[in-house]
């Protein structure tokens, strides 16, 4: 409610601007890919396209695209380049569109197989020299390879320009932590600095591309267009997805976060949802907003603060001055290291942040896998708020993830990461108390980042309808009671408030029921397992890695997929990851509970509970809801191949279930 209770919405016209066309500023876009297998090299090119192809004025001039690519694949590379090639279809795509549609389209279909048919062994020995860095390396243990796909050096002249376009693979090498997206996004901010060093940056993931031409100057009037720049720390368009499977059969769709979305826009600012985010440079160099203090810490010159600026922001002549420039707001200097891309290997090496405050109060923050939760809260603590760039038609759009492994996987991510902030010293209520964080937006914070705890919770619930039907036991009011409208009361203006919402957004019932019941099983099961596995963690008892999220790219529309087809794909699937284990172990036990629950009324044993204080009604009905939420589980049961639970899982849950039976019947 605290959440909900003051919404904002920003309106932007970007035809206002025209006056100031020539004023706006310069914009740095990054993209970041991990593994060419789970994110295949033609969905990442799709992105980078669409961000070179938008509608920006002087765009050949000011924008700059730089491509991480964790997964250091020479696919991925020659991907890239190939895009490249794809130069010339966009001037003539700005002009006479139609005519040039067809042209267009079989070049792109050229790409498309040019990419889909490319294999990294036969790039490596027959590529040619570009591709003798990739040669006989590691993924994980390799130097910095980094390489100008597109510079503006080589348009001809009356050509039209067409952004710069970079390749990073950072340094890795397994002594250092390379710390997941947040390392990558840091390694391409400093890379960038030396290069173009533009004011603004954007970040989106390999899946999610510009799908509004003018979303850019939509961002600019929310940058440019507060009186006080502290209003617009950063600009989050709200994640929106292409294509995906009806009703949103796995949840991941957030949508009661559609509101909340909009409610904390009114109260300190949206979070940072990692991707489709307009960024300042210096918020992310870790200044203040200037009506907060000025330059917390770095304000004067001279040798002292040299030293400073070095402690800050690492050893690199080129990334101080660069640095230097950002912050003192020297926008007009040129970029140090324009040419070459030496300095920006220097920038990229693993033990370049040594000893400096990158991952900490510079750059993106580490210590959670949920980097964009902590890396947004350190900004709204640094004093920013921060604007919510709600566009139509939606400035950018990605793939949903599909199926059941991929879907949870994706929640144990998201609920290891924000319990990860919780515990550290990183956590809300310290922002709020020494810092800038608002208090209703820590609260805020803190809703989100408590999940994995709700889950603890949840789960206790969930466990008392089948214990009392298995203990002849009850927890509720029985139905002949006064008190039985108690529970219905607020069991059903919960369920009406949820699903009233839904419709509000013009949703389907089934999306709602879809929605809440992945709710359920996300909880018990990503959310559990997130709540024990951090606390393990910080014993180093256990590990946490970023699991890469699958992108489908059967999910997109132009796939033409029949409709059994879709149906199918909406359809649960397992595998024998631990995280379906205790939904599974739910399952099963809300099954054995209503059996033994039933046969005893049936065979009217009941009488012989304490003081006729056996389950009621209303125990009965709240084991028969979890089953209905679990349903996708109880098909899993007897299903078969992927939609069926693997008998490991089933196995081990059903350890836990007789473990349940026998602690529950010994008192
Ligand atoms: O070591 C890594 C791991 C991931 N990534 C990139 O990080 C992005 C996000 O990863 P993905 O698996 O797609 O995660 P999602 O669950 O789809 O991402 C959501 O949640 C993440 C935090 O958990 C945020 O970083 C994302 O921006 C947000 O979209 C992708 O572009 C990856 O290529 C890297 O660059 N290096
Ligand atoms: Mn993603």
Redesign the pocket.
């Known amino acids: 409610m605290n959440a909900k209770w003051s919404p904002v919405r920003f309106n932007t016209y970007p035809e206002n601007l025209a006056e100031r066309i020539d004023e706006l500023p310069a914009v740095d876009m990054f993209v ?4 060419p297998v789970l ?1 295949p090299p033609l969905v990442t090119v799709n992105t980078v396209l669409s961000l070179l192809a938008v509608d920006y004025p002087a765009a050949g001039d000011k924008l700059a695209c730089y491509v ?1 690519d ?1 997964g250091c694949s020479p696919v991925t590379f020659y991907a890239l380049r190939e895009a490249t090639g794809f130069r010339p279809h966009f001037g003539s795509a700005n002009h006479k569109f139609l005519e040039d549609w067809t042209i267009m389209k079989s070049a792109y279909e050229k790409l498309v197989r040019r990419i889909e048919d490319a294999d990294a062994r036969s790039l490596l020995h027959h590529g040619g020299r570009e591709f003798a860095e990739f040669l006989d390396i590691e993924h994980m243990n390799h130097p910095a390879i980094i390489k100008i796909l597109w510079d503006n050096s080589k348009s001809r002249i009356g050509e039209e320009l067409f952004p710069r376009l970079i390749y990073v693979s950072r340094e890795k090498s397994p002594g250092y932590h ?1 710390h ?2 947040a390392g ?1 996004m840091n390694v391409l901010v400093r890379v960038s600095a030396v290069m173009t060093n533009a004011p603004i940056m954007v970040n989106v ?3 999610m591309f510009v799908n509004n031409p003018k979303a850019f100057t939509h961002a600019m009037c929310l940058l440019l267009g507060f009186d006080d720049e502290m209003h617009s720390g950063f600009v989050q368009a709200p ?1 929106r997805f292409y294509g995906g499977l009806n009703d949103n059969p796995f949840g991941n769709r957030i949508v009661p976060f559609k509101k909340f979305g909009v409610g904390i826009a009114g109260l300190q600012g949206c979070f940072y ?3 489709g985010c307009f960024h300042r440079r210096k918020v992310i160099y870790g200044m203040a907003p200037d009506s907060i203090g000025t330059g917390r810490g770095v304000t004067t010159t001279g040798s002292q603060s040299y030293k400073e600026l070095q402690n800050r922001y690492g050893t690199s002549k080129e990334l101080i001055e660069s640095a230097w420039n950002t912050i003192s707001g020297n926008q007009s200097a040129k970029p140090v290291a324009n040419s070459g891309t030496e300095v920006a290997k220097e920038v990229a090496a693993c033990n370049y942040e040594d000893g400096t405050r990158w991952g900490q109060e510079v750059g993106w923050v580490y210590g959670s ?4 939760m902590l890396t947004g809260m350190r900004i709204h603590a640094a004093g920013w708020r921060s604007a919510l760039m709600d566009t139509e038609p939606s400035a950018f759009l ?1 793939c949903l993830p599909i199926g059941g492994p991929a879907s949870l996987t ?1 929640f144990k ?2 609920g290891t ?1 924000l319990f990860e902030i919780i515990v550290s010293k990183n956590n809300p209520i310290l922002a709020a108390m020494f810092r800038c964080l608002q208090f209703r937006q820590c609260l805020a914070y803190l809703m989100v980042c408590l999940w994995p705890v709700k889950a603890l919770f949840e789960i206790c619930y969930a466990l008392l309808g089948p214990y009392c039907l298995l203990t002849n036991r009850s927890f509720l009011p029985k139905a002949s009671e006064d008190g039985f409208s108690i529970p219905i009361a607020l069991f059903s203006t919960h369920i009406t408030y949820g699903f009233m919402e839904f419709m509000e957004y013009g949703l389907s019932a089934r999306a709602w029921w879809n929605s809440y019941r992945m709710r359920r099983i996300a909880t018990a099961s990503a959310g559990l397992l997130a709540f024990f596995i951090v606390p393990l963690s910080t014993l180093g008892l256990s590990k946490i890695v ?1 699991e ?2 699958r ?1 489908d790219e059967s999910t997109s529309d132009d796939d033409g997929g029949s409709t059994s087809n879709k149906a199918d794909l909406g359809r649960f699937t397992f595998d024998d990851s631990p995280v379906f284990i205790p939904v599974t172990a739910l399952g099963m036990l809300s099954i054995v509970a209503i059996a033994v629950g039933s046969w005893r009324q049936v065979s009217g044993s009941t009488k012989g509970g304490a003081t006729g204080g056996g389950p009621g009604i209303g125990e009965f009905m709240s084991c028969a809801w979890l089953l209905l939420c679990l349903f996708p589980f109880v098909r899993g049961l007897v299903g078969k191949g992927s939609y069926g639970i693997p008998w490991g899982v089933k196995l081990k849950a059903g350890l836990l279930v007789a473990m349940f039976l026998h602690f529950s019947g010994r008192n």
């Open positions: 970041t890919t991990a593994d994110e991480s964790d390379h997941y997206k990558a993931d390999c899946d994640q949802g990692g991707t896998v949920a980097e964009d990605c994706q991510r998201w990461g970023f890469v999220t992108k």
